[in-house]
């Protein structure tokens, strides 16, 4: 490839960037943009910079959604999915890995079947079942459903991590004395890090926007979570969009944050799980 044809395929790289990144980027300036104007203004013109700043609209939203409890809620339930979560599927993702499994065509089976069943499927007899139990309004029982759901995708992907890490590893710290539980976290573990940190975002991120099951399992209003307190923001009749987008900011917000923080081993991590297995 000539030095002319290399600056063209870099520069039309760049232009496609450019392009993809105006449109990711357009949703967010626009809730930036509306999160402080009136509801007047927002009707009459969405795309239009504000007439006057409405900085209210924060406050309002804060005290009449009560993100003081609901967001503590989200963080606590999507706290307690995600220990739950990277525990029960780097255990069965270990031995899936190492084990020899005759029946691995009909695990896989069932693992990819979990993961594309749609929730509504279960959410009848799961709601009669857990109010027999007395399980409505419990965090703790909604994390345990969070926890059925999201394996099977958290099993898959940690599977492919410990596939990758070499098998002489293993055998040399069994040989040294070490049982198999040492062998799981002092070696194995440490290895997969960067896989267990990616399942953790991605559920956390699951957790965290996770309507349906939160709506219908956690019905009380000190229970409910952040993204359900926020739908309630919106009337029946009239709504104030200025409030709704300065709600969402406030919610997407720790999200945004997190992940910049993380980026870089959330994107090691990520490429490092594309090993087939």
């Not at 910079?49 to 339930?77: C, H, K, Y």
């Not at 990758?164 to 040492?182: F, R």
């Not at 957790?207 to 956690?218: G, R, V």
């Amino acid at each position: 490839m000539s030095l002319v044809e290399s600056r063209v395929t870099l520069t039309l790289t760049y232009i496609a960037l450019a392009i993809l990144l105006v449109i990711t980027l357009f949703p967010v300036a626009l809730l930036l943009l509306n999160s402080v104007k009136p509801a007047a203004q927002i009707v009459q013109n969405p795309l239009a910079w504000p007439e006057t700043f409405r900085w209210d609209n924060f406050t309002r939203a804060w005290q009449d959604a009560r993100f003081g409890q609901t967001m503590w809620n989200s963080i606590v339930l999507t706290a307690t999915t995600i220990v739950l979560v990277c525990t029960t599927a780097s255990l069965t993702a270990y031995v899936l890995a190492r084990r020899k499994i005759r029946t691995w065509k009909i695990v896989t089976f069932y693992l990819l079947a979990t993961t594309t069943a749609p929730i509504q499927l279960f959410l009848f007899p799961l709601y009669f079942g857990f109010a027999r139990l007395g399980l409505i309004n419990n965090p703790f029982a909604v994390a345990l459903i969070y926890t059925a759901v999201y394996s099977p995708f958290a099993i898959m992907l940690l599977r492919t991590y410990f596939l990758a890490v070499p098998k002489e590893l293993e055998e040399a710290a069994l040989i040294d004395g070490a049982t198999h539980w040492q062998v799981f976290t002092r070696v194995m573990l440490p290895i997969v890090s960067p896989g267990i940190l990616t399942v953790a975002l991605i559920i956390g991120l699951y957790s965290w926007n996770e309507f349906l099951i939160a709506t219908t399992f956690l019905q009380r209003a000190d229970r409910m979570t952040a993204v359900v307190s926020f739908f309630l923001l919106s009337g029946q009749y009239s709504s104030d969009w200025g409030e709704i987008m300065a709600a969402a900011l406030i919610i997407v917000l720790p999200v945004v944050v997190l992940f910049v923080f993380l980026q870089r081993r959330f994107i090691e991590g990520m490429a490092g799980g594309s090993v087939k297995g």
